[in-house]
Structures are given as C-alpha cells and as structure tokens.
C-alpha cells in the first residue's frame, strides 16, 4: 500500500458526460501528479501540482482539467467524454517538486 | 521530447535470472526508477537509482546503470512467479523535469 487513495475504483459513463475522480496524496507529500494509462499510448502525464499550485502540464486535453485543494487532495476533472477516454486514471504523489513518486491503485473510466 | 525505450516482452523460466533493459535518450537524467505493475493494480515502485551511480543492489534486485551508453538495466535473481507483472523503466532530468515513463516490458515467468 503506497498511502496514495483514489476514488472511485471503477467508473462508467456515457459519451458526453462529466466524471470527477479524487486522490489523496500520502501523508506530508506536497506533489500531486496525474496519468492516463491506455492500452495504445502507454502511460502518460497529464499535470503536476505542488502545494496547491499548477507546477508542470504535459499531454492533458483542452476538456480535462485539475486542481488541488489546501488540504492538498486533489481533483481530475473530465468533461465532454469521448470513447476513447477510456483509460486507467493514476494519481501519484511525492514529498516535493522532484522527488520520487508514489502510485495511487487508479480509476478505470469505462466510456460508452 | 525525452524517449525512454524498453522491449515489450520478456519470457523466463522459475528460478532463472531475469534482465529488463532500458535505454533513454535524456542526458541530464538524474534519477533513475524501476516500477512494477500488477495486474489491475498502480504502479509499485521497486527501486531506483542516481545517475552518479553503476550499481544498486536490494535482495534480489539489481540495477546497472551505463551512463555513457545511456542504458539501464533490472535483474531479477532466482525469478518468481510472482514476479510476473509490467516492469517500467522511468527517468528524470536534471532541474525541474517531469518524469519520462517507458512503455513497460511485460516479464512472464513460466513455472
């Protein structure tokens, strides 16, 4: 067990709609990151946080969006779901802005 | 951007030696890392390893790391069936960077 939670475990919804997935970072870790994880693109990073702030974005689409909040959980959301929205959702999280990160166990989103 | 590239696949028998190699592209990398995904399951981090090191060693586990031909690897001593999971390779650069995760070699360890 990591420390890293996430919720909810499994996700199904339909084209169009909006999920909410959270995640809380382990005790005293500062860093929050989010993946997507697809059986065609592997795993890929999608945006930092550090103490509340935005800190890197890398490939996160127009219709994703993120934030943490002061007590530092934080928030994916993803709007105008399409199919291939589909994916394994993984938040990790780290003590600082560069240190070693930590996995959540994911979100499976099931798209219809 | 940085590439980080490891083969897809990797069969071995219990109790042999298993090797997962990595290579990357990124010559400020810093940290090194290793991850294990199960089945269903996060990413497991297993170990890692600075770029000013050769070697790492944790019971089983051991890791080289070749600076000058940007390549590291992960042996799996006396393999397990247990063993059995999704190995990632993964780096990060010097400075702020984020982290460049390979695509995963998937390990089957035949009984």
């Known amino acids: ?112 | 951007g940085e590439d980080v590239e490891q083969s897809l696949f990797l069969s071995v028998r219990e109790g042999d030696s298993s090797v997962i190699n990595c290579t990357y592209t990124d010559s400020s990398s810093t940290y090194l890392y290793w991850y294990k995904q199960e089945p269903g399951a996060g990413l497991q981090l297993l170990t890692y390893i600075f770029s000013n090191m050769d070697m790492k060693q944790d019971q089983r586990l051991t890791v080289l790391l070749n600076k000058k031909d940007k390549h590291l690897s992960l042996r799996i001593a006396d393999t397990q069936t247990g063993d059995s999971a999704i190995y990632f390779c993964a780096e990060k650069g010097g400075g702020y960077q984020k982290v460049t995760f390979g695509t995963g070699t998937k390990l089957q360890v035949i009984p």
């Open chain 1, 1 to 112: 067990d990591s420390g890293v939670t996430q919720t909810p475990k499994h996700l199904i919804t339909a084209t169009g709609q909006r999920v909410t997935l959270r995640c809380s970072p382990r005790s005293g870790d500062l860093s929050v990151y989010w993946y997507q994880q697809s059986l065609d693109q592997g795993l890929q990073f999608l945006i930092q946080y550090y103490n509340g702030e935005e800190r890197a974005k890398g490939n996160i689409l127009e219709r994703f969006s993120a934030q943490q909040f002061p007590d530092l959980h934080s928030e994916l959301n993803l709007s105008s779901l399409e199919l291939g929205d589909s994916a394994l959702y993984f938040c990790a999280s780290s003590v600082g802005r560069e240190e070693t990160q930590y996995f959540g166990p994911g979100t499976r989103l099931l798209v219809l």
